[in-house]
């Protein structure tokens, strides 16, 4: 599975609008409603389709590229290159080293201050993202692959809703260091139906938080998930 790398550091930060268009694409090919290989609508139709100039898809287009989401190929257009079914090593070296214990280190962290920035700063058409990937989860019931990959990007969202570049990228590698094998070997083992069905109803009570921009609701949901992601790893040991 790719990393979604952060952006060069001399590359200017996307406006609203390719951010809106970089969300709402980048969600379509997480949940696999553009599928990996499948060539994307042309500019012309995705401008359209989202209701925003060419040049802003381009731009958009560009960011996902560099994300390492999709492939433009010159004279035939852009195609997905994000596999869900990828390898389950973290690619990036610092994420390849950092140990189970240390990745919840950085997530007690990060997380608890994350949601409580996008509570603050996330725009409505960031929270519309957060909902379709929700609903996305929703109709997971047996498949642990499929719900922590919804999971991560459920997460994505909520770092790039804090509109803060440096710790987007950051939790960017946080991201990359979750997919190691050790925690996919682990929710295959532990994600049952009943156990996905109860992080559902999580997520859910997370979502309402932040649509109804309640900090300390929030922040608690996100305190509970990292409890459990704790007792699960306890159990591995």
Do not use: W
């Not at 995705?46 to 590229?65: F, I, K, P, S, Y």
């Amino acid at each position: 599975m790719p990393s979604f790398a952060p952006p060069p550091d001399n590359a200017p930060l996307p406006g609203a609008t390719v951010k809106y268009v970089i969300e709402t694409l980048s969600t379509r090919i997480v949940t696999q409603e553009y599928a990996t290989e499948e060539r994307l609508p042309s500019e012309r139709q995705l401008a359209q389709d989202l209701g925003v100039a060419r040049n802003t898809v381009r731009e958009a287009l560009d960011h996902l590229e560099t994300r390492g989401l999709i492939r433009r190929r010159a004279g035939s257009g852009s195609f997905v290159t994000y596999d869900p079914d990828g390898q389950g090593e973290a690619l990036s070296p610092v994420a390849a080293e950092t140990g189970p214990l240390q990745l919840q280190v950085m997530r007690g962290i990060l997380e608890p201050e994350m949601v409580r920035l996008a509570v603050i700063n996330m725009s409505p058409k960031q929270i519309e993202a957060l909902s379709v990937v929700l609903s996305k989860m929703e109709t997971i019931h047996v498949d642990p692959t499929a719900f922590v990959r919804l999971e991560e990007e459920f997460h994505r969202l909520i770092a790039e809703g804090t509109g803060n570049p440096l710790l987007v990228a950051c939790y960017n590698l946080v991201l990359d260091a979750r997919r190691q094998s050790f925690r996919a070997a682990m929710y295959r083992r532990h994600l049952t139906p009943a156990r996905i069905a109860i992080y559902q109803h999580g997520y859910n009570g997370l979502f309402n938080a932040i649509a109804a921009r309640d900090i300390e609701e929030a922040s608690e949901f996100m305190k509970l998930a990292l409890i459990e992601d704790q007792r699960l790893l306890l159990q591995e040991e």
